[in-house]
């Protein structure tokens, strides 16, 4: 089984940064795939960036493009959520999210982390 643990969530004013990390332990070498997702109050939960956990290709959701940048370091078991440029708009609590298979849907999770941006 693999654990996902995030941290690095908290208060930062508009245009400020903030990185969030995710630490992978347990049978880290059947990830495919890592992402980070975000759920704010009353929305739908939203893919922010993913990364492939060999390779690196990375994309990213529209709204965070040229704002925000996943990197991992599969030596470390780690994944880093780089924001910056932060709106309010981007409070939400962000999910690490973890996916075993090649063609699939994300099936670990940790626990999120509370990002909050004040105007």
């Known amino acids: 089984q693999v654990q996902l643990v995030e941290s690095g969530g908290g208060l930062v004013q508009a245009g400020g940064s903030l990185r969030l990390s995710c630490a992978a332990s347990g049978r880290t070498g059947s990830i495919v795939r890592m992402g980070w997702f975000r759920q704010a109050p009353g929305k739908e939960r939203e893919r922010v960036a993913a990364?492939?956990?060999?390779?690196?290709?990375?994309a990213y959701a529209d709204s965070v493009k040229g704002r925000f940048t996943i990197a991992r370091d599969n030596a470390n078991n780690m994944v880093y959520l780089q924001m910056n440029s932060l709106k309010p708009e981007d409070t939400a609590v962000y999910y690490c999210?973890?996916?075993?298979?090649?063609?699939?849907?994300?099936?670990?999770w940790g626990q999120g982390t509370q990002v909050t941006v004040s105007s």
């Open positions: 999210a973890a996916r075993r298979n090649i063609i699939g849907s994300y099936d670990l």
């Open positions: 990364i492939a956990w060999s390779g690196g290709l990375t």
